[in-house]
Structure formats: C-alpha cells, structure tokens
C-alpha cells in the first residue's frame, strides 16, 4: 500500500515538472513573439502580425492546460513534416468507419498527392487534416493528428487558427458572389485586419501568387463569377494563400477544367511549393506524375503504400498498388 502511494507521489510530482517545464517553454516564447511583434510595421506586416497573435494565443492557451497530456504535443515530431498521423480512424454516421488506423507522414514544402478508387477516402483524410469534417453531425475519430508538434483534436489550436493555418482548395468551383476583390479582402477582414492600405497589399500579393494579378489587375470590382473555369480556381486558390497558411489542400482542384487551365493550374501549384506544403487529392495518374514529390495510396480506407512518387510508379511495394496504377484494378 505504501509502496503504491510512494509511485502515485512520485508519478503526480512528475506530471507536475512536465507540465511546469512547458509553461515555462510557453511563457518563453510569448515574450519573444510580443518583442517580434513590436518591430513590425501594422500596414506592411500586417499578415505576419495576424500569424504571431495567432501563436500567442496558441502558447496562452496551452500555459492554462492544467493536465498536460502526452499527446498533446509530440516531442519527437519531425521537423522535416507538417502533419504526423498515427492510429487514425474515422467514423461518419457514429458507426460508419472510413478510415481505418491511419499511420503517415507528410513532408513540408513538398507536393504530396493522395490516390486510390473512389469511395476509398482519401477526401474524407483531407479533410480530417483542417476539421472540416467536424462540421457534419454525428463524426467520430480516434488517434492523432499532430500539426507542428500540436495535436489538432486536443483543444490547443482552436478551429479558426488551424483553416488559417491549413487553407482549403475544393474541386467544384467556389468563388462568393462578390468582386474579385472582396472574395479575398472579405477573409482577411474576418482575421482582425482592417488597415485599407495593408488590405490592398495582401489582396495584390495574393493575385500574384497565384498567377492571377495581370489578368484582373484592371477589373479588381468586376464579380467573380464572370471570370473563366481557371480564372476561377486560381482566385479560389489566391483566396486560400492570402493569409499565408502552412499547407494548402486541393481536393481534385483540375477536375472541372478543360486541358488549357489544368495545365495552368499545375503550373501554378509547383510554383507554390516553394511556400507551402501542398496536400492535393487526384484521379489522375499522369498529373501525379508530373507535378507531385510523394505519393499516398488509399484502398478501402486504408493507407497500402507511402513513397516518393518516383519510387511508388516504377517500384511499388505492394500489388494492390502496382494494379492500381496500371490501371487493372
């Protein structure tokens, strides 16, 4: 009995260094974000300014955490990614599981393209990976996914820091009924940034970014729905880099586009990869090919295979994969 109470003491006061080390680490690191902060110029910086009082309220949030919990941050995560995924699954309907004991990584600023049948739930993992999936009734998961270290399902990011942090692109068209303009200026607005000159700046360097400035440059007020397939998507896509997020998912972005604005498009999204960690869904074998670095496999809600891309199309490990990708299953 003695013994028992000596291992819950010395468990608890365990528990307790762990959990005053990381206030410490936290407050540590508000006092540096607050000094960045200081040297920034509220028009110029304004992005990044919204970035880091995103962060401070992250390191606040975790400093009230009374039980720190193993899983709340990940001491081993990898630099090298953006998302650690382990024993995920996912259920719709309460009872109705998809995604059966998830395990992978993805690596940051590279193009990782997710394949496999449709139905096999690459879409419903993408988005696991922003909680968009939260926002339908009656979801349940298990496991983790980690972003940065942080798990997303713990509380410690809360759901508008991670879609800032982790943009979305959908296959179907999606512009709001607005100018060209405000269906960029409106997100930003929604984030604490009212400046009219730091608002024009993101807007523009959104635009650029997304290869859509010199064409709408003069039309800024025009409606976005009058513009073309691939004008559209690129705008979608400006909309969702515009408040510089980490990752950007595309959920079979090319889909609705004629061969001209995929290969625009395509162009575009391997340009990004110097800024972001791209996570993009596709039925095209040949698209994966020619502008993704690594390749997951998906099959009856599991993942069957993970590599380079190079390495998943002329050695595959397994033989589902090697079928799927010949085209005989």
């Not at 983790?144 to 942090?165: A, C, H, P, V, W």
Request: with cysteine.
């Amino acid at each position: 009995m003695e013994k028992n109470i000596k291992a819950l003491w010395k468990n608890f006061q365990l528990k307790l260094e762990k959990i005053k080390h990381y206030r410490k680490l936290y407050e540590q690191q508000i006092k540096e974000y607050k000094k960045k902060i200081t040297g920034l110029n509220n028009e110029t910086d304004a992005n990044e300014i919204s970035r880091i009082k995103n962060e401070i309220e992250i390191s606040n949030r975790l400093i009230k955490i009374k039980n720190t919990k193993d899983n709340v941050i990940k001491k081993d995560f990898d630099e090298k990614n953006v998302f650690e995924i382990r024993n995920f699954n996912f259920w719709y309907n309460k009872n109705k599981q998809v995604l059966f004991d998830i395990n992978l990584d993805i690596k940051r600023n590279k193009i990782t393209a997710l394949i496999g049948k449709s139905g096999c739930g690459k879409s419903t993992f993408i988005r696991c990976l922003n909680k968009l999936n939260d926002l339908n009734e009656n979801t349940r998961w298990t496991g983790d996914i980690y972003f940065l270290g942080k798990n997303i399902n713990s509380g410690i990011i809360n759901d508008l820091t991670l879609r800032t942090s982790v943009g979305m692109v959908f296959q179907k068209l999606t512009p709001f009924n607005f100018s060209i303009f405000e269906n960029i200026a409106y997100g930003i607005r929604a984030h604490g940034i009212h400046n009219k000159n730091a608002i024009n700046e993101i807007v523009r360097q959104a635009l650029i970014s997304a290869a859509l400035w010199d064409e709408v440059k003069d039309n800024l007020h025009r409606n976005a729905n009058t513009l073309s397939g691939g004008q559209q998507q690129r705008l979608c896509i400006a909309r969702a880099i515009a408040l510089q997020p980490d990752v950007l998912l595309m959920d079979e972005p090319t889909s609705a586009l004629d061969s001209i604005a995929t290969n625009s498009i395509e162009l575009l999204i391997q340009q990004l990869k110097e800024k972001f960690t791209i996570v993009i869904v596709t039925h095209s074998m040949a698209q994966t090919i020619r502008i993704t670095d690594e390749t997951i496999f998906f099959a009856d809600g599991r993942v069957i295979e993970q590599g380079t891309t190079k390495q998943i199309f002329t050695k595959p490990k397994q033989k589902a994969t090697n079928s799927y990708i010949s085209g005989k299953n």
